[in-house]
């Protein structure tokens, strides 16, 4: 067993004229919860669907659990909630787990005894026996959880898993991705709703127009201060020994330093040093931010 | 294996939840209800005239027997084109697919428990009609007619091979493209046979040629001609007594065309999935 769930090299996939996933390199650790963020249209749903063997890539190749991606048996072991899903809506909740089990090799009081534990756990019990067609935008969503869950899966892809939730719901999926991590389960978690990410992902990479444009370690990230200083004549050396230098253009100098202990120590030094220091601004740098520095200001709303 | 008889299931539940089937066989009783009331008022006056001798009985008795078998081909070709047309190309479209074929299942798995379901439906619609049929002849006319073991066969195939049309179009068309593509077909089949019929009790041999080309595109008005062959008696094919199948008795040949054909189009189907974007 390696100890990626997934690699892939140069992963491309174009429909006619259009480019949707240009060239997707990417590693996910075993039992890495990992978000894959972007605007709407930026590939992602492409991206999953090749890595599921869903769609043929148009170039590059990548392995899934350690094995060629589009692999029968690798799906054996992946779940998946696919993005405005849909399902066989004639059938009853408790019905379309069992026939889904099926498919995944369960049989007899296994499948039974696993269909019921899931129902309990998206708190579906009593519309367990009601079809589908009848349920709420929510209800179906953790229907679909469920359904994503059946096989105990070693990586679980979940499309947009929040969007039509309400807040209970959201809290829901987000204690289940928690749940999914302490039991070793991969979670690849596409998304364009930043709190979910945040909430919930080890590492997250932005996407955009096809192209991995950042990536952010969030277990690196949440500690320390982004500080923005306007400071004329500061030596490098300095500001290097009292946090990681970020950027430095037009007199403006980007530094994150550990915590808020360093700020009066920063700012001392600085005038100790006979640098002009105009100002200086600290703050926590939040997902999104991140988000809109890194997809720019071209992004139209999606 | 267990995964397409899952799917086959799922496929059959479908139908019986969705009411297709309940559906299905209310048409089968009413046209049956049609054919009996039709079938007891001629025959009874068949008997009551003084006129035909036994010999004719049996040519008008055969003949709206075939007639009623005629209508049994007609609907469940029907039936065997409209049941699966969507069932690929909608759940295509609608994403379930998605859920199914990111499951450890072959995606001709996927396409062949659908295709075992609808014959099943298909062919158990077609047991339904032709057994009434034959079975109201039986009762108003204490008839039967001869030939039944070869000929019954032959149309219960002619349903697998328009499903397998109808399924596999869905793989590669949308639901629209693909219904005009299947009743195009029979369309032209059933056009063609006619043709054929004409030219050859007209010894037209450009109208036989027509024919035989249509039964090549689509060859189910073939298989029944050679199915109505077996179904009367010898005198009356060949007093070309009936509008059903004249002296051109399709080959044998054609029967094997057909299972090609069938199984062409589902491996043509099967591929189409294989390579969908889903
Ligand atoms: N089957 C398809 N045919 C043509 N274009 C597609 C298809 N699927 C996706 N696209 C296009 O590819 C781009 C990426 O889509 P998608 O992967 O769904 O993005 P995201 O999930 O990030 O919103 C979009 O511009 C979309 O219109
Ligand atoms: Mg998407």
């Known amino acids: 067993m390696t100890a990626l769930a997934i690699e892939t090299y140069g992963l491309r996939k174009r429909f006619g004229e259009k480019l949707a996933v240009a060239d997707l390199s990417l590693t996910l650790k075993r039992g890495e919860v990992f978000g894959f963020l972007g605007p709407n249209g930026a590939g992602k749903t492409t991206s999953l669907k090749m890595l599921l063997g869903l769609i043929e890539p148009t170039a590059g190749s990548g392995t899934l659990l350690g094995r060629p991606i589009g692999d029968r048996v690798t799906r054996g072991r992946v779940g998946f909630l696919p993005e405005h899903f849909r399902f066989q809506d004639w059938l009853t909740g408790r019905e379309l787990l069992r026939f889904h089990g099926k498919l995944y090799g369960l049989r007899g009081r296994a499948l039974d005894g696993r269909a019921d534990q899931l129902l309990a756990r998206v708190d579906l019990l009593d519309a367990a026996d009601r079809p589908i067609k009848g349920y709420s935008k929510g209800m179906t969503q ?43 389960t991969s979670v690849f978690l596409n998304s364009h709703l930043l709190g979910e990410v945040e909430a919930t992902c080890d590492r997250v990479v932005f996407v955009k127009q096809g192209r991995v444009v950042h990536e952010l370690d969030m277990a690196v990230r949440t500690h320390g201060l982004e500080v923005e200083l306007r400071v004329e004549g500061a030596p490098e050396r300095l500001l290097a020994e009292h946090g990681m230098l970020l950027g430095h253009a037009d007199g403006v100098v980007r530094l994150r330093v550990p915590d808020d202990e360093a700020l009066p120590r920063l700012a001392e030094a600085l005038v100790r040093s006979g640098a002009k220091l105009y100002g200086m601004t600290a703050h926590r740098k939040s997902l999104e931010e991140t988000f809109l520095t890194v997809m720019g200001e071209d992004q139209r709303p999606g | 294996m267990r995964a397409l008889l899952t799917i086959a299931h799922l496929t059959l539940h479908e139908a019986a939840r969705r009411r297709i089937l309940t559906a299905t066989l209310i048409g089968a009783v009413a046209f049956l209800v049609l054919y009996g009331i039709g079938f007891h008022f001629v025959a009874r006056n068949i008997q009551q005239q003084a006129g ?100 019954l066969p032959l149309m219960a195939f002619e349903a697998v091979v328009f499903v397998s049309l109808s399924l596999a179009g869905g793989a590669r068309l949308s639901t629209v493209t693909n219904g005009i593509m299947a009743f195009g077909l029979y369309g032209l089949a059933f056009i063609g046979g006619w043709v054929e019929q004409v030219g050859t009790m007209a010894g037209n041999v450009a109208a036989q040629n027509v024919g035989t080309v249509a039964s ?63």
């Open chain 2, 52 to 151: 035909p001798s036994a010999l004719q009985q049996r040519f008008l008795l055969n003949f709206l027997t075939l007639a009623g078998l005629y209508a049994t081909h007609f609907l469940t070709l029907m039936t065997a084109v409209l049941l699966p047309v969507d069932t690929l190309s909608g759940e295509i479209a609608s994403g379930v697919a998605q859920t199914l074929a990111s499951k450890p299942v072959r995606r001709s798995d996927i396409v062949l428990g659908k295709w075992l379901a609808f014959c099943t439906v298909t062919v158990a619609y077609f047991v339904v009609v032709a057994g009434g049929v034959l079975l109201l002849a039986r009762l108003l006319g204490h008839f039967t007619p001869p030939g039944l073991a070869q000929g």
């Open chain 2, 216 to 278: 090549l595109i689509m060859p189910t008005e073939a298989l029944w001609q050679r199915a109505a062959y077996y179904m009367q008696p010898s005198i009356m094919r060949d007093l070309n007594m009936t509008p059903f199948s004249a002296g051109s008795l399709p080959s044998p040949a054609m029967v094997w065309y057909a299972i090609g054909y069938a199984l062409l189009a589902l491996a043509w189907g099967i591929r189409g999935f294989r390579k969908r974007a889903l």
């Open chain 1, 142 to 184: 953790r229907i679909g959880l469920a359904q994503a869950l059946l096989n105990e899966p070693d990586i679980v892809f979940l499309d947009e898993p929040t969007s039509g939730l309400d807040p209970l719901g959201r809290l829901l999926v987000r204690d289940l991705i928690r749940e999914l991590r302490d039991g070793g």
